[in-house]
């Protein structure tokens, strides 16, 4: 019987600001013990609780691919007691992370399929991990076309950057990276918001197209009608959810919205299933 | 199944030869109330109670109980690193514990243990103990264990169940772990044609039990259709309910909790302590977003959960066995008996919204 | 009672049905003995179900806070009290409410008279003619007097009649004499303990608590949007069962009582375990006595000793 609220010990490897105003930082770490890192074998759209001894635990999706190997990286943005403390962490400090938690995105399911990837502000970190994902040369024969529609304030809140611009270059993949505003003349990509976009530039609804949203509240609420316009079935649209979590193993019952705990039956869901329950999250 | 005839007269020698090879629980009455307490050397358990105050689940699952141990200070090699502390598992008995307690840890054994994680606490406590019901023969005007899958005579949960009658105990061996203690007590005497006696006794507990809960439809009622119940359920029990956590705190089957780290000076410990729906801190956000921002939400998640989520997702029941705790001890009065009996009747189609003038 | 009763619901018919307000605030016979549930009702039928008798213990003052709707209150002396206090503290509007007060008769301690019994009471008949109640359960049957097994706090209380209405529902009641009843005889118990018995006593008073706070929940003075035991940033207080977390939770809330507390009793009435809350609450409310000749809730023309300021304070300190 192992116990499912231990974390396995790490090391912070790097720090990586991400945004112009501090407050997402990308953490890389490495497992102190290397055995650890074969267990935590996770999917692209899982998340791990990030423990801080003497502050407690935070629920944040896993930003790094199944692909990349040697260590796991999050992106965390700076809110509460312990996020702030980890922000004020340094390279090379102990914590903890426990999971991989959550079912990920259905990736059975998206292949063969045309994926819209619709993200914004700072809920892009599993759709990075995603999208890597799709990109590695063994994997990106199983899907047929990938959108990625990804909005942040400006240029200067978007995260990844780099790779953004890498993706953009690229012909197997669609970026449409926007921005509410810039006065930046050099800024080549859209402006205006997610829902906007997602309506000029998604791919329109068809058996096998499937839209996977991520980001905040106000986004998800405007963009869904977009979806709705275009023709995508409830089933197709495919959404990760966040609510206050502790154990994140579907045992201590804050996280429920109906009989689904969003910890363990989610954080995924289509958005038929949430037709179905209380809009507690 | 084996059943034991053990006068009383011989049951407390029984208890001290059990105190060698178990730590011993049972019910102690302290002030005008009784609990369940580790029994000390000698100390008898008080079989006369009608039940506890607070539920036993306390015995598997402390309303505060350390998770891992850590140290602060860099110096160390263990800096920040979390430990299991020592615990001890060793063999322990609940004596005299109320069917309806025992059933509800087969209740929240199916948070506890799933395929995918199994709460390791909880497990070794369940599976270290050894648990020896005190059938129900007086039960109280609050109790409604016989519709909700319990009763006051049920053994489904329990190793052992002690029926009284009169001058001796009939101790019915449920499982191994049951005829391990009844060993190790040294009661073996076989009870002659005791069946006849036990269901006579069983028969009448139960037709002591004059109220009710009716759950046939909750299954086929519509989840969203409940859980919009406003004007017809929710608003009503909302209003008077204070969201404390009494109900929950006392409930047997109520499993949530929180986790919390406490420092002292350069170590501390991470705990779990029990948590309530009914607080508002239990589903804020960290942006301050509150799911359940209002009473309604919270009340109504409470009842949801026990006879509506649990309802669907095992198929098992009710998460309630009944034992009347929460109606006895809720300050203003809400009671689950006729919110139940709500859900389970609640028509969609009928209007009962208030028509006002 | 069955006038009070009967008085109260033709009240909140009339109101009701007149508009002058949108719901009454009263009781409802509970389902177990020696309870009664809150409960609200905006039209004439619901309005059958208010009762008035001897167990009506909650205070109805914390249900009306931040409404905005108006609204028809039944209040008893300390309930009226607390509505003082609520208009003079702006959780509501004096001209919100329609205050329907009871001269109270006093209620009656449901923990007190649930250890008495040697099982569980079944029913309750209060007589109201010779002051008793017939408690009966199974196996026994037991007349008390009423006036034995009153809440601590009614027995002690000088404030029946409601100080602040728009209309009774029956004659006042006499008040207590003030002379023949002794406030603070268990304040001065304690305060007359050694340093060691008074850790004892404490320790004990506080060793069952679960921390389910319905003392707090109960009380109309406890109205925060966030408690500090839920502050999280920063985190003032432990949330386990440690005796010291427990401790700091009581006697902070007691001080944010002081000279607001009407000694209503909901927090005792509330406690599933019995904890005599207040053994806090009385020495504070004795404390304001003393020091600032203070009485809470009794008029909306001064506010509380310990949320004012005034330039000519006679304290050095404040300065």
């Known amino acids: 019987m192992q116990n499912p609220y231990k974390p396995y010990p790490v090391r912070i490897d790097n720090i990586t600001v991400e945004t112009e105003d501090k407050s997402l930082k990308t953490f890389k770490f490495v497992f102190l013990n290397p055995e650890d890192e074969k267990k935590f074998a996770y999917r692209a759209g899982q998340f791990a609780e990030l423990s801080i001894a003497g502050l407690g635990e935070i629920p944040i999706g896993i930003a790094s691919s199944p692909t990349e190997k040697g260590f796991v990286k ?67 024969s199983k899907f047929k ?137 | 199944m084996k059943v034991i005839k053990i006068d009383k007269s011989e049951f407390n020698a029984g208890l001290e030869k059990l105190e060698n090879a178990y730590r011993l629980f049972g019910p102690v009455k302290e002030q005008s109330y009784y609990a369940f307490k580790a029994l000390d050397a000698g100390e008898k358990p008080d079989l006369e109670y009608t039940n506890t105050r607070l539920s036993a689940k306390s015995l598997l699952y402390p309303q505060s109980e350390v998770l891992f141990e850590y140290s602060l200070d860099k110096s160390d090699a263990d800096y920040a690193i979390l430990k299991e502390p020592e615990k001890d598992y060793s063999p322990r008995a609940v004596i005299g514990i109320r069917p309806c307690d025992a059933d ?103 037709s002591k039990i004059k109220s009710r809960v009716n759950t046939e439809n909750l299954k086929d009622q519509a989840l969203t259709s409940l859980y919009d119940a406003d004007a017809a359920i929710w608003e009503k029990e909302a209003f008077s309910c204070i969201n404390c956590g009494t109900c929950t705190y006392a409930c047997p089957t109520c499993w949530c909790f929180d986790v919390q780290d406490e420092n002292y000076g350069k170590s501390g410990v991470r705990i779990r302590n029990w948590d309530s729906c009914m607080y508002p801190l239990f589903s804020v956000h960290a942006s301050g977003h509150n799911p359940r921002g209002q009473k309604l939400a919270r009340i109504r998640q409470r009842f949801m959960h026990k006879l509506k989520y649990y309802v669907d997702k095992y198929d098992k029941g009710i998460q309630c066995t009944g034992c009347g705790r929460c109606v006895r001890m809720c300050p203003v009065n809400i009671d689950i008996r006729r919110v139940c009996n709500q859900m389970n009747s609640y028509d969609p189609e009928s209007c009962s919204c208030a028509v006002t003038s | 009672m069955t006038t009070y009763s009967d008085k109260i619901k033709e009240i909140s018919k009339r109101l009701l049905k007149e508009g002058k307000v949108d719901l009454v605030i009263g009781f409802r016979k509970g389902s177990v003995p020696l309870m009664n549930q809150p409960m609200f009702a905006k039209n004439e039928g619901d309005v059958d179900s208010f009762v008035w008798d001897s167990n009506c213990g909650i205070n109805l003052a914390n249900y009306v806070t931040d409404r905005s709707e108006k609204i028809g209150i039944v209040a008893k002396g300390c309930d009226s009290r607390n509505l003082v206090v609520h208009i003079i503290e702006n959780k509501i509007k004096r001209d919100q409410l329609h205050i329907i007060g009871v001269p109270c008769k006093a209620m009656v301690d449901r923990h007190k008279i649930a250890a008495m019994m040697p099982g569980e009471i079944e029913s309750i008949e209060e007589n109201e003619a010779d002051g008793t109640l017939t408690v009966t359960g199974s196996g026994f049957s037991e007349t008390l007097n009423k006036a034995g097994v009153l809440q601590e706090n009614c027995a002690l209380c000088m404030h029946r009649n409601p100080v602040l209405y728009d209309e009774l529902i029956a004659e006042e009641v006499t008040e207590q004499n003030p002379e023949e009843v002794d406030q603070y005889a268990a304040v001065r118990e304690v305060e007359n303990m050694a340093p060691e018995e008074k850790w004892a006593y404490f ?72 904890i005599n809350v207040r053994a806090l609450t009385k020495k504070l409310e004795k404390d304001c006595l003393e020091n600032f000749d203070w009485k809470s809730g009794l008029t909306l023309d001064k506010r509380p000793p310990l949320d004012t300021f005034r330039p000519d304070d006679p304290e050095e300190f404040i300065k």
């Open chain 1, 74 to 140: 999050f992106t965390v943005f700076k809110t509460g007691k312990v996020t702030s403390y980890l922000h004020a962490m340094k390279e090379g400090d102990i914590m903890g992370i426990r999971g991989p938690l959550g079912n990920s995105y259905p990736w059975d399911l998206l292949e063969g399929k045309n994926v819209v990837i619709i993200g914004g502000g700072f809920a892009f970190t599993t759709l990075r991990s995603s999208i890597v994902s799709m990109l590695q040369p063994e994997n990106r």
């Open chain 1, 145 to 281: 076309d990938i959108h990625v529609i990804y909005g942040a304030r400006s240029p200067g809140m978007l995260l990844y950057k780099d790779e953004l611009t890498a993706w953009a270059e690229r012909d197997d993949i669609n970026m449409h990276i926007t921005v509410d505003g810039t006065d930046d003349p050099d800024w080549k990509y859209h402006k205006g918001f997610v829902p906007a976009i997602t309506e000029q530039e998604a791919p329109p609804a068809g058996t096998d197209t499937y839209a996977i949203i991520c980001g905040p509240p106000i986004m998800i609420k405007f963009t869904q009608p977009v979806l709705d316009k275009l023709g995508y079935r409830h089933d197709q649209i495919i959404m990760s959810l966040e609510n206050r979590m502790k154990c994140g193993v579907g045992i201590c019952g804050h996280c429920n919205i109906g009989k689904e705990l969003v910890c363990k039956d989610g954080p995924v869901f289509t958005l038929e299933q949430l037709n179905k329950t209380p809009k507690e999250y």
């Open chain 2, 104 to 206: 509800a840890f087969a209740v929240v054994r199916r948070n506890f243990e799933t395929p995918e994680y199994q709460d390791t606490y909880w497990l070794k406590n369940y599976d270290a103990t050894t648990l020896v019901g005190l059938a129900c023969d007086n039960p109280v005007p609050t109790c409604f264990c016989t519709s909700a899958g319990s009763g006051p005579f049920n053994e489904a949960n329990l190793d052992v169940l002690l029926v009284d009658t009169g001058d001796a105990y009939l101790a019915r061996v449920l499982t191994e772990k049951g005829e391990k203690l009844a060993d190790s007590a040294g009661w073996t005497k076989p009870a002659d044609q005791s069946e006849e006696d036990v269901s006579k006794r069983r028969s009448e507990a139960e």
């Open chain 3, 203 to 274: 320790d004990s008073l506080f060793s069952e608590c679960i921390r389910c706070y319905a003392c707090r929940n109960a009380c109309p003075l406890c109205y925060c949007p966030t408690c500090f035991v839920d502050e999280s940033k920063p985190q003032w207080v432990g949330k386990s069962v440690d005796p010291a977390d427990v401790r700091t939770f009581h006697f902070l809330r007691a001080y944010h009582c002081a000279g607001r507390c009407t000694d209503c009793g909901a927090c005792v009435r509330s406690c599933p375990v019995g």
